[in-house]
């Protein structure tokens, strides 16, 4: 009997189902993963942030809303607003990402940071109507 080597029509069906399966699995698995990156490199950059501004107050006694001013280098896709009633008070400060449309991250210090809380970093949706506005943690 001359019988052939190799694998049917069927059996190639049934391995190329098998990996499809897994595939529509990690995905899903794959972007929550890269959300979660994208996240904690913001947190990262505020926390950066938070240090150089606190280096900047221990030196000028105010802080600075314009990033050139301090010793800190952003993450090429997060964008950062510092906003600030009061540079001598303290300041907020609000990362995107642009990887996470929807996101952002919020950090507050002196006597713009909630009681208790100087410096945390929350990160949410950012609110309806708004652009990257800082939201109240």
């Not at 505020?46 to 107050?57: G, H, V």
């Not at 993450?75 to 996470?100: E, R």
């Not at 996101?103 to 909630?114: P, S």
């Not at 809380?117 to 109507?129: F, K, N, Q, V």
Request: proline share 5%.
């Amino acid at each position: 009997m001359n019988r052939r080597r190799g694998f049917t029509f069927v059996e190639l069906l049934v391995v190329m189902l098998f990996i499809g399966a897994l595939s529509a699995m990690a995905v899903p698995r794959f972007r929550e993963f890269k959300t979660r990156a994208s996240l904690a490199v913001m947190q990262s950059d505020l926390a950066n942030l938070r240090i150089a501004e606190e280096s900047y107050w221990a030196e000028h006694q105010q802080y600075v809303t314009d990033t050139a001013s301090l010793d800190f280098r952003r993450t090429s896709q997060v964008q950062l607003t510092i906003t600030s009633q009061n540079v001598v008070g303290g300041y907020t400060a609000v990362a995107t990402h642009s990887n996470v449309p929807g996101r952002q991250c919020v950090t507050a210090m002196g006597a713009e940071a909630a009681p208790r809380e100087p410096g945390s970093i929350h990160c949410g949706a950012i609110p309806s109507g708004s652009s990257a506005v800082p939201a109240t943690p």
